[in-house]
């Protein structure tokens, strides 16, 4: 190894990898949210990431140093970092809603502070705007990096980060976030949802409706067959030809059996024979 490294000579090395500036401080909050398999869902966790860069020089990025070098123990306040609302659809991304957001609602309703969309629009698309303006709307959050000495030593602390609301309540201890799940059918149910409306339209409408009315039709050609009146006129013609052909008469149970197949053949003959007795 030490005759390699004494033969290779500056000239003579050579590598195709870029090796870049490090990238500028950055915050990146991750939120997931866990889906139920069980009950239809078709991945089992959906996550989205929030990037947020710190200018700098900014108050914030010189106080989240100073927090990273041990310096300080102060909180430190990341505004527009933590959206409020997130739309859990089933697939792998977790984006917020930005409809709700206070500068979409104003600007969708003309200024007002309502918003008409409903769940079912969550998911539409939103005016023209910058991706700043959207990031303008979410909430400051405060962080603190925690130490307690476990151990001996510069590696015996135990490290942890406490991240809380910028105007929480003393008793505030979680982030509150609103969450939008997709209704999403059981598995039973999941070859007619997974198609939409066209798919539940063409299952219900033409499939099912097909049988609905195969089984309607068919009885127009059966009921004449089966609601008769009075069918013993033809029951006695049933036991006559039962008789001759234990009898050994082919020839009466050839005539009675063809009067029989003239009897339904004729619905006219077959209504006179099916009245019902005086």
């Not at 979680?174 to 997974?194: C, E, N, R, T, Y």
């Not at 009885?219 to 089966?226: G, L, N, Y």
Request: aromatic letters at 8%; charged letters at 20%.
């Amino acid at each position: 190894m030490q005759a390699h490294r004494e033969e290779a000579q500056p000239d003579t090395l050579q590598s195709g990898t870029t090796w870049g500036t490090s990238v500028p401080l950055q915050v990146k909050p991750t939120h997931k949210v866990c889906l139920d398999l069980a009950k239809g869902g078709s991945v089992e966790y959906t996550n989205e990431k929030h990037t947020l860069d710190l200018a700098p020089n900014s108050t914030a990025r010189r106080q989240l140093a100073s927090l990273l070098e041990g310096t300080s123990d102060q909180s430190v306040v990341i505004p527009h970092l933590f959206p409020k609302y997130i739309r859990a659809p089933n697939g792998p991304e977790a984006n917020p809603v930005k409809q709700l957001q206070p500068s979409e609602r104003g600007r969708g309703s003309g200024g007002g502070a309502g918003c008409s969309c409903s769940p079912g629009q969550l998911g539409a698309l939103t005016p023209p705007g910058s991706h700043l303006d959207e990031e303008a709307d979410y909430l400051g959050v405060r962080i603190q990096l925690r130490r307690e000495r476990v151990g001996t030593g510069a590696a015996g602390f135990l490290e942890w980060w406490v991240i809380e609301l910028q105007d929480c309540q003393a008793n505030c201890n979680l982030l509150p976030m609103v969450i939008f799940s997709d209704k999403v059918s059981p598995p039973s149910l999941g070859f007619l949802a997974g198609y939409g409306i066209m798919g539940l339209y063409v299952s219900i409408v033409l499939v099912i409706g097909k049988f609905v009315r195969g089984f309607f039709s068919e009885i127009s050609h059966s009921i004449m067959f089966e609601e008769l009146p009075c069918v013993d006129r033809i029951l006695k013609l049933c036991q006559d030809i039962f008789l001759v052909r234990e009898t050994r008469e082919l020839e009466l149970e050839e005539e009675l059996y063809a009067k029989l197949i003239f009897l339904y053949r004729s619905p006219e003959t077959m209504i006179k024979w099916t009245r019902d007795k005086e």
